[in-house]
């Protein structure tokens, strides 16, 4: 089987989570498997100067509007949490820790929180909703909440984050095909061609 | 026949150049006529806040390896032209002048100068190129330069500018349909999803 797609994202991107809805059923079509490695966002936009999309004058209206319209045109459920965005810390290391211990369920896992966050409006950065989620997906919570209190879990996402930086990763999602990065919900459609004919 | 689709632009956008290429097919099939409307990005980017991508640290290298991977995708010729991006207030006037003067004519010297930029790598920012591709399409240069100095159409511009900016424009492309904002070239699959159903 050929290399899994990596697929970097935040918890808190809502075309991350439009993406996250497509791409394995993508990825099997072309063989491949996804491999989904959270970070968090704000280190990237740090190194990048960049600012909150939805704090920026004009384009934050348009974006809240297109988050939307994005999700109709997929056909995935969608609402505008609140707050947004949010710290997803908890949420990008316990899937961190279940790639290790429960790697079986981590997919699932990943998904019961995009979800909850965008399809349900719950704030995942709350500890009671986050172990809920992990609940939901026939996890311990209190095994989840010791795990991801540890100093190896913390240096993990650390070293993924920097590990990220220094791929080029500026945003979310950003996906990797054999090396070549595409950024964004909207460049499906390249790694489509990508995974159906290689490069171009 | 159904309202145009507007689509604001700068010459200097490469996104705004490949969906140059296609809108006016794009909005054909769907029984519409497209609206060119030059604007000046630089105004845009002041209201924002918005720094020039190619200068934004990791955005700005995997901006240009996109800009041509994106032109691949879609079967348009492109080079990165140098200098990047470059002054276009000479080419905006001149198609605002011909939209009135020769309307039959702005839409070739439309494409005609997008692709002497961004296929051919010539810098369209200076007088005798812009004028040489006014020739090109069979257009008096002496005249053009005569009226792209006059202040009506330098007011004519700026006007637009400003409806542009009102109107919540932000970046390039930028098309509106039946009132609908859809910014960039990767939104052409939601302008035709609209075109051939409306709102979703």
Redesign the interface.
């Known amino acids: 089987m050929a290399a899994p797609i990596e697929f970097y994202f935040d918890f808190s991107s809502p075309y991350a989570y439009l993406a996250s809805e497509r791409i394995e059923a993508l990825a099997a079509k072309y063989g491949r498997g996804v491999d989904f490695r959270p970070i968090l966002l704000g280190a ?1 936009f740090k ?5 909150l999309l939805i704090e ?4 934050g ?2 974006s809240r509007h ?1 988050f939307a ?2 999700a ?2 997929a056909g995935v459920p969608f609402v505008l949490p609140d707050p947004f965005p949010i710290s997803t810390v908890g949420a990008a290391r316990t899937l961190l820790w279940l790639k290790e211990a429960f790697p079986e369920r981590a997919n699932d896992f990943l998904h019961a929180a995009f979800r909850a966050y965008f399809a349900q409006g719950r704030n995942l950065s709350e500890g009671p909703v986050l172990l809920d989620v992990v609940r939901q997906c026939g996890l311990d919570p209190e095994q989840a909440a010791a795990a991801i209190a540890e100093a190896p879990i913390k240096a993990r996402l650390k070293a993924q984050v920097d590990e990220a ?1 220094a791929r ?4 979310a999602p950003f996906i990797f095909v054999d090396g070549e ?1 595409f ?2 919900n ?2 499906l ?2 790694v489509e ?1 990508w995974l159906a004919q290689g490069p ?1």
């Open positions: 990237a190194a990048c100067g960049t600012p920026v004058p004009l384009k209206d348009y297109d319209r994005s109709r045109f930086l080029g990763v500026f945003g990065g950024w964004g909207d460049r459609p390249q061609r171009f």
